[in-house]
């Protein structure tokens, strides 16, 4: 990988696990992951995806496990959406983010039930919401930023 890339997804990683200090319940790495998985060769988001799964699952605090069905979850959606849509149309990241939300929602659900833990339900609701919302405005910008790197394929 290039150093652009690598500067690109070191300051992406640390700057998702900075925002997801400041919106607890909100994954801002997902965006990262898709855009990986639709612009770089298939090393770069099966790194990125077990980097971030093990930072996902090491802080958090649901039992070992949720990240996992969590990032599954979004790949099977990417591929399986792939197929229906251009995975770089914004109609196609829209409903990821929707599906992610309602993901959210019915993971952390089922995972808190499991450990007989609990949330508000509208906590639970307002970071379902927020994850559907953030996810295509992120991917967008993400993804602006992504091709104007020095050696991108797309940059002017």
């Not at 770089?40 to 069905?69: D, H, R, Y």
Request: hydrophobic share 60%; proline share 4%.
């Amino acid at each position: 990988m290039k150093p652009a890339r690598v500067v690109f997804w070191t300051f992406f990683t640390l700057a998702g696990l900075w925002l997801e200090s400041l919106f607890p319940g909100v994954d801002f790495l997902a965006p990262g992951l898709i855009l990986a998985m639709q612009e770089e060769k298939w090393t770069v988001p099966v790194w990125l995806g077990l980097i971030w799964l093990f930072l996902q699952e090491g802080t958090g605090s649901l039992a070992f496990g949720s990240g996992i069905l969590w990032y599954g979850t979004l790949a099977g959606l990417y591929f399986l959406g792939h197929w229906l849509f251009e995975a770089r149309n914004f109609l196609f990241v829209f409903i990821l983010g929707v599906s992610l939300g309602a993901m959210h929602f019915l993971l952390i659900a089922v995972m808190l039930l499991l450990q007989d833990r609990s949330v508000p339900l509208e906590r639970l609701l307002t970071e379902s919401a927020w994850q559907a919302l953030i996810f295509p405005v992120e991917w967008g910008l993400v993804y602006l930023i992504h091709h104007h790197l020095p050696d991108s394929a797309h940059a002017a």
